[in-house]
């Protein structure tokens, strides 16, 4: 199929372009910050089309000049625990300039690093960039997500530890959990990760025993799935098949997703969903099957919807 091979070729234009970039920026300035040559070099349109599996994100505090810097990196445990970070630029200071994706100038998620307690909620940025908002924190070790598109830049995830103070008793790994059940609602997933392979994913939503068909858009969606590695809790790209304004896509009781895992392993996933006004998660913990270990293979799989 002919996507992968244009993305690649689109990858090798891109880098050829960069390294000329980078040359002639050392030839003209020795003293030129090679970030300065990340300005323009990327066609931000291209962000979400790229198919290809790439470098997990939320693995890294600082990438490509961006800096998740948390104004405290403890905290005391309790509901409605104010947070507030900055994202610092190239040039050292707090972006405040933000493209919007999925509705949002910034998507935040936290989850303590026993899969406990995920939220994902979006703060508010003040003049200055500062981005505040409230969480529910219990005690242990919590990683947090800033998902963004810096104006001008790529999109990123950075991702930072925050310390909750208090006895800490780890949740048991869980076994591999496919239904979930939240508030009435029983979600399943259907489909298997296929390492190296957009991996389709069918998620399906019913209350009482009743397929829900009037799910709420929700950032642009019927629904919004995040994907967490277990080990690193690497935050892994997940896009939804269809948008609610496109005619054709229902709203339920199936939402289907694609899903880029890059490695063997076990995932925990989170669909946020919304009905009846209210955005409830369900969770779930997925390994992958036992795929050829072909790290260059063809793309095995059903591409073919989207
Ligand atoms: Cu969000």
């Given at each position: 199929m002919s996507t992968p091979t244009k993305v690649a070729a689109f990858l090798i234009a891109l880098a050829a372009v960069f390294g000329i970039a980078l040359g002639i920026g050392k030839l003209v300035d020795?003293?030129?910050?090679?970030?300065?040559?990340?300005?323009?070099?990327?066609?931000?349109?291209?962000a979400g089309a790229d198919e290809e599996p790439k470098?997990?994100?939320?693995?890294?505090?600082?990438?490509n000049g961006y800096t998740f810097t948390l104004a405290d990196r403890q905290a005391r445990p309790g509901r409605d625990v104010g947070v507030s970070f900055t994202i610092d630029g190239p040039t050292g200071k707090p972006v405040t300039e933000y493209d919007v994706e999925h509705e949002k100038r910034l998507h935040l998620i936290a989850v303590r690093?026993?899969?406990?307690?995920f939220q994902h909620v979006h703060p508010e940025l003040s003049s200055k960039g500062v981005w505040s908002t409230n969480l529910d924190l219990t005690a242990g070790q919590w990683r947090l997500f800033a998902d963004f598109k810096a104006a001008d830049a790529e999109a990123l995830t950075l991702g930072t530890d925050l310390a909750v103070d208090g006895d800490y008793r780890p949740e048991a790994p869980g076994d591999e959990t496919r239904t979930a059940k939240v508030d009435g609602y029983t979600v399943t997933l259907d489909g298997e990760l296929t390492p190296g392979a957009d991996s389709k994913l069918t998620l399906d939503v019913s209350r009482d025993g009743k397929p829900v068909t009037d799910l709420q858009p929700y950032l642009g969606a019927y629904g919004h799935l995040v994907a967490l590695r277990a080990g690193d809790l690497a935050y892994l790209h997940v896009h939804p098949?269809?948008?609610?304004?496109?005619?054709?896509?229902?709203?339920?009781p199936e939402v289907v997703f694609y899903a880029a895992v890059p490695s063997g392993g076990t995932y925990h996933l989170y669909l946020d969903f919304k009905h009846d006004g209210v955005v409830r998660t369900a969770a779930f913990t997925v390994s992958t099957g036992k795929a050829a270990p072909a790290e260059k293979g063809e793309p095995s799989d059903d591409h073919g919807g989207h």
């Amino acid at each position: 199929m002919s996507t992968p091979t244009k993305v690649a070729a689109f990858l090798i234009a891109l880098a050829a372009v960069f390294g000329i970039a980078l040359g002639i920026g050392k030839l003209v300035d020795p003293a030129s910050e090679p970030a300065a040559t990340h300005d323009g070099g990327h066609d931000p349109s291209s962000a979400g089309a790229d198919e290809e599996p790439k470098p997990p994100g939320g693995l890294m505090v600082s990438q490509n000049g961006y800096t998740f810097t948390l104004a405290d990196r403890q905290a005391r445990p309790g509901r409605d625990v104010g947070v507030s970070f900055t994202i610092d630029g190239p040039t050292g200071k707090p972006v405040t300039e933000y493209d919007v994706e999925h509705e949002k100038r910034l998507h935040l998620i936290a989850v303590r690093r026993d899969f406990t307690g995920f939220q994902h909620v979006h703060p508010e940025l003040s003049s200055k960039g500062v981005w505040s908002t409230n969480l529910d924190l219990t005690a242990g070790q919590w990683r947090l997500f800033a998902d963004f598109k810096a104006a001008d830049a790529e999109a990123l995830t950075l991702g930072t530890d925050l310390a909750v103070d208090g006895d800490y008793r780890p949740e048991a790994p869980g076994d591999e959990t496919r239904t979930a059940k939240v508030d009435g609602y029983t979600v399943t997933l259907d489909g298997e990760l296929t390492p190296g392979a957009d991996s389709k994913l069918t998620l399906d939503v019913s209350r009482d025993g009743k397929p829900v068909t009037d799910l709420q858009p929700y950032l642009g969606a019927y629904g919004h799935l995040v994907a967490l590695r277990a080990g690193d809790l690497a935050y892994l790209h997940v896009h939804p098949d269809g948008t609610p304004e496109d005619g054709k896509t229902k709203p339920g009781p199936e939402v289907v997703f694609y899903a880029a895992v890059p490695s063997g392993g076990t995932y925990h996933l989170y669909l946020d969903f919304k009905h009846d006004g209210v955005v409830r998660t369900a969770a779930f913990t997925v390994s992958t099957g036992k795929a050829a270990p072909a790290e260059k293979g063809e793309p095995s799989d059903d591409h073919g919807g989207h």
